[in-house]
């Protein structure tokens, strides 16, 4: 599919066709969600069916992860008309911040931080992120909102894998993800069996 083109019939789901394939082996991430935000409208409606189950839901900010978490989670804020939090690596913000350590999902240990001047107790936030794959780095922000005493709303991404972090999140906070059930298992095996099963 053309990544400028968008279908006449916009059926739940349909960018998430414009995912590329890992074409350059191990090392890299098996598949490439970001194609789908060079498509306006493809972003624009991953972004209102991540927020589809928190219309009832008071939502005060948004909270991205660094680095991908901060396109979807401004496109979302936006849409809401809510601020942005930044969820940064450790060593990039200039003001006092608040650590926490993770391992990621390649298994490295890292630290993000937060700012101290924004989160507090009140504040209700939705954490946003690209994909949640052993959900390491989701918990560690998780960790950070609440340590500041603010609350989390919910946890938003293209895909929550079912790993045990990503059913840890799912059973203990509210989530939304893009991926259709009945392909849920190809994205926990991380393979598709075809781009196109995204368009039936």
């Keep these: 599919m053309d990544v400028l083109a968008v279908p006449a019939d916009r059926h739940k789901g349909w960018y998430l066709s414009l995912m590329a394939p890992n074409t350059k082996g191990p090392t ?29 839901d008071t939502i005060d900010l ?8 901060f396109i979807l989670g401004a496109s979302v804020a936006n849409t809401l008309g809510k601020g942005f939090l930044a969820v940064r690596k450790a060593g990039h913000l200039c003001v006092a911040t608040q650590n926490q350590s993770y391992t990621d999902y390649t298994g490295r240990e890292k630290t ?36 500041l005493g603010a609350t989390v709303v919910g946890v938003a991404a293209v895909a929550i894998e079912n790993t045990e972090g990503g059913k840890w999140i799912k059973e203990n906070y509210k989530f939304s993800h893009c991926i259709p059930e009945d392909l849920q298992s190809q994205i926990d095996r991380k393979h598709l069996d075809s781009f196109k099963s995204f368009n039936s």
């Design 28 to 56: 890299f991430a098996w598949l490439d969600p970001s194609r789908l935000y060079c498509n306006s409208q493809a972003l624009a409606d991953c972004v209102k069916d991540l927020l589809s189950p928190f219309h009832s």
């Design 62 to 69: 948004v909270a991205g992860i660094d680095a991908m978490g």
């Design 112 to 147: 993000m931080e937060v700012r101290l001047d924004v989160l507090k107790p009140g504040v209700r936030v939705l954490l946003v992120d690209q994909w949640i794959e052993t959900g390491g780095t989701m918990k560690a922000a998780i960790q950070l909102v609440e340590r």
